[in-house]
T-cell receptor
């Protein structure tokens, strides 16, 4: 079965800093990858997804992610974070009938 | 219009009690799910239903029983609640196929005391 690793458990940044959150999945073949965001006290919202085609995927709120098949990675990036980006970020992979989530990365952005 | 709605939002109850959480989606999706998010924010799937039929049951204690009266509803009943059941439970729904992500409800924070 697929699994997802997020190695950054807690990231602290100042506003306007650039962000990159790591995500690795366990094995190759056709994969469908997702990034979700969970703002404090709220539900998960889809940021972006990769299905096929262009490996650079653009999502909402200025986020993007790059699928690198050779590295089994799908890292999330944002060139300039804002205080409002403070949240928990989850990478996920579709495995048969279900979404498998990583353990999440807590992002804190200070003004 | 709320796409996936769960009730209640908060639930505080004593050990040994039986409780239910309700979920409804108005997106016309065929598949619904229950996820449990523990205190470390780890999300783990519990169940999924496709058009009222149980598809996934992920080694969840049989004290947890999902019920899907129709494809728009998926309720979760928990018997004999234990302290370890304290968590946030999220309902989600999706269209069939790998391309689609899930739409999540706002969660039910269950606290067992």
């Amino acid at each position: 079965a697929q699994s997802v690793s997020q190695h950054n458990h807690h990231v602290i940044l100042s506003e306007a800093a650039s962000l990159e959150l790591g995500c690795n999945y366990s094995y190759g073949g056709t994969v469908n990858l997702f990034w979700y965001v969970q703002y404090p006290g709220q539900h998960l919202q889809l940021l972006l997804k990769y299905f096929s085609g262009d490996p650079l995927v653009k999502g909402i709120k200025g986020f993007e992610a790059e699928f690198i098949k050779s590295k089994f990675s799908f890292n999330l990036r944002k060139p300039s974070v804002q205080w409002s980006d403070t949240a928990e970020y989850f990478c996920a992979v579709k495995d048969t009938d279900k979404l498998i989530f990583g353990t999440g990365t807590r992002l804190q952005v200070f003004p | 219009d709320t796409a996936v709605s769960q009730t209640p939002k908060y639930l505080v109850t004593q050990m040994g009690n039986d409780k239910s959480i309700k979920c409804e989606q108005n997106l016309g999706h065929d598949t619904m799910y229950w996820y449990k998010q523990d205190s470390k924010k780890f999300l783990k799937i519990m169940f999924s239903y496709n058009n009222k039929e149980l598809i996934i049951n992920e080694t969840v204690p049989n004290r947890f029983s999902p019920k899907s009266p129709d494809k728009a509803h998926l309720n979760l009943h928990i018997n004999s609640l234990e302290l370890g059941d304290s968590a946030v439970y999220f309902c989600a729904s999706s269209l069939p196929g790998d391309y689609y992500g899930y739409t999540f409800g706002s969660g039910t924070r269950l606290t067992v005391v």
